[in-house]
């Protein structure tokens, strides 16, 4: 199994709602990513997580709440969002590190396309 | 992560092998080149990785210059399929670390 699986694949929100993005693989992963693209532009790194802990956040705004409650799986908690915040938003994993010989690419899944109203 | 500069667009006739460059003048030398594409609306795909030989999969040969400045991604026989934006990133390989994308150079492939 070499997929990334997101859902939902399409929202549309409110500026006062709460939603939640999810992403899942079960390819041993250690490390996940959250990345934004805007149209017709190349994706932007938002979040990293290596085991389990965010270990970088690209100065994302806080209306932008990411969780990883396991190896698994990875959140994206949305509250309070702006129009501008519609995009296309895509999850990643890859392995933590190649010292055990594996391949360091990272695999992303097909995105969340948000639109914000 | 070291900078790439790529041209904004090609074009390849469909069956002709299409050479998309990448220059990579500050790349460091425990840095990789990597290519990803991402056809329209979808997640970013990966193809192939190298450091400083040439590598071939299924999907592409990586030529990689020998002072490591620049490399040239190659795929044989382009099909209509392979119409995408390419992008050549480069990064360290033992990490989790930023794989941060440049703009990228749109393959329009035709008949």
């Known amino acids: 199994d070499t997929e990334v699986t997101q859902t939902p694949k399409h929202l549309v929100m409110g500026m006062t709602n709460k939603k939640s993005l999810k992403c899942e693989q079960h390819m041993g992963h250690r490390a996940m990513y959250w990345y934004k693209q805007k149209a017709k532009k190349p994706p932007e790194l938002m979040f990293v997580?290596?085991?389990?802990?965010?270990?970088i956040n690209e100065s994302v705004p806080s209306r932008f709440s990411p969780e990883c409650p396991n190896s698994s799986l990875l959140n994206l908690h949305l509250h309070a969002l702006q129009p501008e915040d519609s995009a296309l938003y895509l999850c990643?994993?890859?392995?933590?590190?190649?010292?055990?010989?594996?391949?360091?690419?990272?695999?992303f899944g097909q995105g969340t396309r948000l639109t914000v109203v | 992560d070291a900078k790439t500069t790529q041209p904004t667009s090609m074009d390849c006739a469909e069956g002709r092998a299409a050479n998309l460059p990448c220059n990579h003048s500050?790349?460091?030398?425990?840095?990789?080149v990597y290519w990803y594409r991402q056809i329209h609306s979808q997640g970013p795909q990966y193809i192939i990785h190298?450091?400083?030989n040439n590598e071939t999969n299924e999907m592409a040969s990586l030529i990689i210059t020998e002072d490591r400045k620049s490399s040239t991604l190659i795929l044989p026989h382009a099909t209509l399929r392979d119409t995408a934006v390419y992008y050549c990133i480069v990064r360290v390989f033992l990490t989790a670390s930023k794989l941060t994308f440049g703009t990228g150079t749109r393959l329009q492939v035709t008949l």
């Open positions: 997580y290596s085991y389990e802990k965010l270990s």
């Open positions: 500050t790349i460091s030398g425990n840095e990789y």
């Open positions: 190298g450091l400083k």
């Open positions: 990643a994993s890859s392995h933590r590190s190649g010292t055990g010989g594996e391949n360091t690419e990272a695999f």
